[in-house]
């Protein structure tokens, strides 16, 4: 009796230990892999395994276990997701996070549990300033930093004038407050359209083109992107009103949007063609290992979602209920980053450069985006003084 009474025991003990007692390092990662955005999504999970093959599939020595979930782009969907990998998986991390209505649905779940999120695309404001939280680490950037850098190289064109078109939710409003907080000339309209089921601009792109703006800046991901700039040229607008753009022209939509991608500018903290052996090695293995196909900044910035993990499973040796020392290690940015070196603002968000990114044909004569210059050096977000986080 005494000896049944101790293996129950026993039992229980065991199931309450922490998930760092396990023999492998759990990850979750919510990404969208179905609908037509699916796209983002697989080349986030592509870039992440291929991560997990180049440091041989274990993290201090353990193998590493991936659940996969997928969030249709819908926030309640992402919510759930993540409390299932949270309270039923006990994941040690959770990665992933394209769109920031649904990164925003799921972060109480996550900071609550005091699970490791690590968001490697979505950046809301609020995650940057009065939500951000020690459990909480970006891989991609503040939403307003990539158009700031845009409006700082519109300002740099002598740009006087221009109609701002986005789409109405967190991340669009983000996109369009970021250029209008460095542009330095006339925002003379700003449309927000229906996401993400408008894809008809028709409207917009009259009233853009009635404005009299001198230029047009819009932000359109995945397939609204091919869609925004298939009808901006339709309608006889490319050569008339210059286009700028955040996230509309990637490695998944430039072969859709062809020629129509040409001379429209970008700005970006990571582009294919950086010079370092980190990215070299990356953007050469990814297109050995997914023949056909090129990898993206969102394939990039998961790829060192899963080098900033390993870096702080290492510095623990593996124990991961050592959340202090992880978190620690992690704020050093302690890894080669396919992007060159970076540092960690006090609220998580990279404190990196942005590059001027412009489409050419290649030696192939295939279409691909290039690296044009530097825009902006060591640039951080502008909320990290409402984090209550100190350095």
Same mark, same amino acid.
């Given at each position: 009796?005494?000896?049944?009474?101790?293996?129950?025991?026993?039992?229980?003990?065991?199931?309450?230990?922490?998930?760092?007692?396990?023999?492998?390092?759990?990850?979750?990662?919510? $990404?969208?892999? $179905?609908?037509?955005?699916?796209?983002?999504?697989?080349?986030?999970?592509? $870039?992440?395994?291929?991560?997990?093959?180049?440091?041989?599939?274990?993290?201090?020595?353990?193998?590493?276990? =991936?659940?996969?979930?997928?969030?249709?782009?819908?926030?309640?969907?992402?919510?759930?997701?993540?409390?299932?990998?949270?309270?039923?998986?006990?994941?040690?991390?959770?990665?992933?996070?394209?769109?920031?209505?649904?990164?925003?649905?799921?972060?109480?779940?996550?900071?609550?549990?005091?699970?490791?999120?690590?968001?490697?695309?979505?950046?809301?404001?609020?995650?940057? @300033?009065?939500?951000?939280?020690?459990?909480?680490?970006?891989?991609?950037?503040?939403?307003?930093?990539?158009?700031?850098? =845009?409006?700082?190289?519109?300002?740099?064109?002598?740009?006087?004038?221009?109609?701002?078109?986005?789409?109405?939710?967190?991340?669009?409003?983000?996109?369009?407050?970021? =250029?209008?907080?460095?542009?330095?000339?006339?925002?003379?309209?700003?449309?927000?359209?229906?996401?993400? $089921?408008?894809?008809?601009?028709?409207?917009?792109?009259?009233?853009?083109?009635?404005?009299?703006?001198?230029?047009?800046?819009?932000?359109?991901?995945?397939?609204? @992107?091919?869609?925004?700039? #298939?009808?901006?040229?339709?309608?006889?607008?490319?050569?008339?009103?210059?286009?700028?753009?955040?996230?509309?022209?990637?490695?998944?939509?430039?072969?859709?949007?062809?020629?129509?991608?040409?001379?429209?500018?970008?700005?970006?903290?990571?582009?294919?063609?950086?010079?370092?052996?980190?990215?070299?090695?990356? =953007?050469?293995?990814?297109?050995?290992?997914?023949?056909?196909?090129?990898?993206?900044?969102?394939?990039?910035?998961?790829?060192?979602?899963?080098?900033?993990?390993?870096?702080?499973?290492?510095?623990?040796?593996?124990?991961?209920?050592?959340?202090?020392?992880?978190?620690?290690?992690?704020?050093?940015? #302690?890894?080669?980053?396919?992007?060159?070196?970076?540092?960690?603002?006090?609220?998580?968000?990279?404190?990196?450069?942005?590059?001027?990114?412009?489409?050419?044909?290649?030696?192939?004569?295939?279409?691909?985006?290039?690296?044009?210059?530097?825009?902006?050096?060591?640039?951080?977000?502008?909320?990290?003084?409402?984090?209550?986080?100190?350095?």
């Amino acid at each position: 009796m005494k000896k049944a009474f101790w293996l129950a025991g026993a039992a229980i003990l065991a199931l309450a230990q922490p998930a760092s007692a396990g023999d492998t390092v759990k990850i979750g990662f919510v $990404s969208t892999f $179905s609908g037509p955005t699916a796209v983002i999504g697989n080349d986030m999970r592509n $870039s992440f395994e291929l991560a997990l093959d180049h440091l041989g599939r274990k993290m201090a020595g353990k193998p590493v276990e =991936v659940i996969y979930e997928d969030d249709g782009q819908k926030p309640d969907v992402g919510k759930q997701k993540t409390e299932k990998l949270i309270q039923s998986d006990k994941v040690d991390f959770i990665v992933g996070y394209i769109w920031s209505n649904v990164l925003l649905a799921s972060l109480k779940t996550a900071v609550d549990s005091k699970t490791f999120l690590i968001s490697a695309n979505a950046g809301p404001s609020q995650l940057a @300033g009065e939500l951000c939280s020690p459990y909480v680490f970006s891989t991609s950037w503040q939403n307003d930093q990539t158009p700031q850098a =845009v409006g700082t190289y519109m300002n740099q064109k002598g740009v006087k004038s221009v109609f701002l078109i986005g789409p109405n939710y967190a991340a669009g409003k983000d996109m369009l407050a970021g =250029v209008k907080s460095t542009f330095k000339g006339q925002v003379v309209g700003e449309e927000y359209t229906v996401w993400p $089921s408008q894809l008809d601009f028709s409207a917009e792109l009259t009233k853009a083109k009635n404005s009299k703006a001198e230029s047009i800046f819009v932000f359109y991901p995945g397939a609204a @992107g091919v869609q925004f700039l #298939n009808q901006y040229a339709q309608a006889g607008l490319k050569g008339q009103i210059p286009l700028y753009t955040a996230f509309t022209i990637d490695e998944l939509s430039l072969p859709l949007q062809k020629e129509n991608a040409l001379g429209v500018p970008g700005a970006q903290q990571w582009v294919n063609d950086l010079p370092f052996p980190e990215n070299k090695k990356f =953007v050469e293995d990814y297109r050995k290992k997914y023949t056909g196909l090129r990898p993206t900044f969102y394939g990039a910035q998961s790829y060192d979602a899963a080098n900033l993990i390993n870096s702080a499973v290492v510095a623990v040796k593996g124990d991961t209920s050592k959340k202090d020392e992880m978190k620690a290690e992690m704020e050093k940015a #302690n890894f080669k980053s396919v992007r060159g070196p970076f540092k960690y603002g006090n609220n998580h968000i990279p404190i990196q450069n942005f590059y001027l990114q412009d489409v050419v044909k290649d030696a192939d004569g295939q279409l691909s985006l290039k690296t044009v210059a530097t825009i902006v050096k060591d640039d951080q977000d502008r909320f990290a003084d409402k984090c209550p986080m100190k350095k």
